[in-house]
């Protein structure tokens, strides 16, 4: 959780997919989650959080569904929602943040 938090506190902004392997529209999002980190490159740090294998970060944020997303940036929780979500929406929500 230290390292996870570390990465939260960074000054970029981080899109934290919160994910199970077991979860279709997880699977859906991966295609999406992959094409917004070719497009924004180092301005934004993406990293995917298994919810089986990081139980405590799962609880952490209330993560009741996933997929569930949640920007950072400095730690601060800029924006969260769960489910499928269209590229663009996403794209343009990021763009608001860097």
């Keep these: 959780m230290s ?5 939260i506190n960074d000054t970029k902004p981080v899109l934290v ?3 199970a392997e077991w979860c279709g529209p997880c699977q859906t999002m991966n295609p999406i ?3 917004l980190a070719n497009e924004f490159g180092e301005k ?3 990293i995917k959080v298994d919810i089986d294998k990081n139980q ?3 609880r952490a944020f ?3 569904g996933v997929p569930t997303f949640i920007i950072f940036k400095s ?3 800029l924006w969260r929602k769960s489910g499928v979500i269209p590229f ?3 794209k343009d929500t990021l763009i608001g943040y860097c």
């Design 3 to 7: 390292s996870f938090n570390k990465v």
């Design 17 to 19: 997919d919160f994910t």
């Design 33 to 35: 989650i992959k094409q």
């Design 44 to 46: 934004v740090r993406i």
């Design 56 to 58: 405590a970060a799962a």
């Design 62 to 64: 209330n993560i009741s």
């Design 75 to 77: 730690g601060n929780i």
């Design 88 to 90: 663009s929406e996403l």
